[in-house]
């Protein structure tokens, strides 16, 4: 693939995505925007290196599980350089996805501390952290090409999909042709190929302090994810 064009090749692999996504150029405004955050830390991370690239997506190549959020947060997945890692969204993210059997442990703090998934993947509509973590349009459009290819790729084994705010929601419906649902917490959508589709507020601060997402909402998303998943067929 060509990082400034975002062409793939028909022989893509998860790997081969992944690695394509740290070298992207092809949004300008998100390309000064984390190497500014990479050059104004704040005094609580100054003895920790910043990944301060495109943060590439992670987890179980088998997955049944496919997690989506928006984009990585300044000081977490553009610092450590893996989603959801480092900030109180994941902190939340981890928990939940330990409390259910999707990971291996309930904390997701640096790359190397040996969080792993289990039957979950985890992606993003985004995969450079935006300005006030709200991406343009055309900076989503760039990226779902890259969503779009995992999902080509996930296809087979992916049977419940949960997006994580209405950025997100709405994207993924985008890519699938669904754009008939209408977003809303605690969604559950059947779509096509047999697979479920829930819909979640994201984990951020913003909701999560304000009490918009408590901790029993967020934990009954996974529940039903591993419900359907474990139900027999």
Excluded at 74 to 79: E, F, K, L, Q, V
Excluded at 173 to 193: A, P, Q, Y
Excluded at 214 to 228: D, E, L, S, Y
């Amino acid at each position: 693939m060509d990082s400034n064009t975002g062409n793939f090749d028909s022989k893509e692999t998860l790997f081969g995505i992944n690695s394509r996504v740290t070298l992207c150029q092809m949004c300008s405004r998100l390309a000064e925007h984390i190497k500014f955050i990479s050059s104004n830390i704040p005094k609580r991370f100054r003895n920790d290196p910043y990944w301060a690239r495109p943060v590439p997506s992670f987890g179980d190549v088998n997955a049944r599980l496919l997690i989506i959020g928006l984009a990585p947060a300044a000081h977490g997945g553009n610092r450590t350089g893996r989603m959801f890692t480092g900030d109180s969204s994941g902190d939340w993210v981890a928990k939940a996805l330990f409390q259910t059997g999707f990971a291996n442990t309930s904390v997701s703090r640096c790359v190397n501390d040996g969080f792993a998934l289990n039957d979950a993947y985890i992606t993003a509509v985004v995969r450079c952290a935006p300005p006030q973590n709200r991406p343009t349009s055309s900076e989503i459009a760039n990226c779902a090409q890259y969503l779009r290819s995992e999902l080509d790729l996930l296809d087979k084994t992916i049977k419940v999909i949960v997006t994580l705010g209405r950025v997100a929601f709405q994207t993924y419906c985008k890519l699938v042709d669904n754009t008939e649902i209408e977003f809303r917490h605690g969604g559950k959508f059947n779509i096509k190929d047999n697979k479920v589709l829930l819909s979640s507020y994201h984990p951020s601060r913003q909701n999560t302090n304000t009490g918009r997402l408590t901790w029993n909402m967020w934990i009954q998303v996974f529940k039903t994810a591993r419900m359907i998943l474990d139900s027999p067929h």
